[in-house]
Structures are given as structure tokens and as C-alpha cells.
């Protein structure tokens, strides 16, 4: 039993320390967008790849919705619990469509298709679809600005 006490105080402290980092980011990640939810939203579920400043991080399908309203739109993590637990490592992307960059992306390999979505300051996601053509067609019948295909890794 003594040689337990050890081990317990060690696992509280690296839990300390693991929480404290995780808030961290947290605060560095910046406010999170928040979008109410109203009947006209489109949805589309998918995958997406998040650069920070930490590096990146990626979630597959079916972990990650598209939200799209008449003047933004949000990629984030589906589920409200998971999008609290594991926002410092998925942030939610909220982007005005009159200030968002939209790029039509494909894997250079083939693995996938989607959307690359940045702000005028080189931030942003892309979101991975199944539905290009369509969240294509959702963004520009709301005044969102398609830009040219690009190709990435």
C-alpha cells in the first residue's frame, strides 16, 4: 500500500499537468463561434483537417459537420459533449461567406474530396465530403465565392 502513494500523487500531478495544457490551448484557440440553430441551416457531415498553431489535426467522417446560415459558416465537431471534451485539439471555424476564401480540394492520391475554407488572414479547415458538388452548389445559392480546385496532401 505505502509503495501506492507514490504512483497516485505522480498520476494526480500529470493529470494536473495534462488539464492545465489542454486549457492552454483552449485559451489560444480563440473564442469558439457560436451559430444558433435554425430551421433554413443546411448541414452536411464529414471529415475535416485542422491547421493551428500546435500543428494539425484531423477527425474522419462522420465526426465533423458543415453548418451553413444565409451569412456564415461553421465547421465543427458534431456532437455537443465531444465538441466540449475535444475542442483545444478541434476548434470550431466560423467564417462570414463575404469574407470566406472557398477552394474545391482533392487528395493528390485520389483518398478523398472536399472544400478548403480560409479566412483573408490564411486561417481555416478543410472539410472532407463525400457531397462536394453539393455543399459547393449550398454555398454559392447563399452568396458564398468559389475559388479554382486545388490539390493536397
Not at 36 to 60: E, H, Y
Amino acid at each position: 500500500m505505502a509503495n501506492l502513494i507514490p504512483f497516485w500523487v505522480a498520476a494526480f500531478v500529470a493529470g494536473g499537468v495534462g488539464l492545465s495544457f489542454l486549457l492552454s490551448i483552449r485559451r489560444s484557440a480563440g473564442p469558439q463561434p457560436r451559430l444558433p440553430v435554425r430551421q433554413d441551416d443546411l448541414v452536411f457531415i464529414g471529415g475535416a483537417r485542422w491547421s493551428a498553431n500546435w500543428g494539425r489535426s484531423r477527425a474522419t467522417w462522420p465526426l465533423v459537420e458543415l453548418r451553413l446560415s444565409d451569412e456564415q459558416v461553421v465547421v465543427r465537431l458534431r456532437w455537443g459533449p465531444v465538441r466540449l471534451v475535444l475542442s483545444p485539439l478541434f476548434p470550431s471555424v466560423g467564417l462570414l461567406l463575404s469574407e470566406a476564401r472557398i477552394n474545391p480540394v482533392r487528395h493528390r492520391l485520389g483518398l478523398g474530396q472536399g472544400l478548403r475554407l480560409t479566412t483573408p488572414e490564411r486561417r481555416g479547415v478543410i472539410f472532407w465530403t463525400f457531397q462536394q458538388q453539393e455543399v459547393v452548389d449550398a454555398l454559392v445559392s447563399r452568396g458564398g465565392h468559389v475559388g479554382e480546385p486545388q490539390s493536397v496532401w
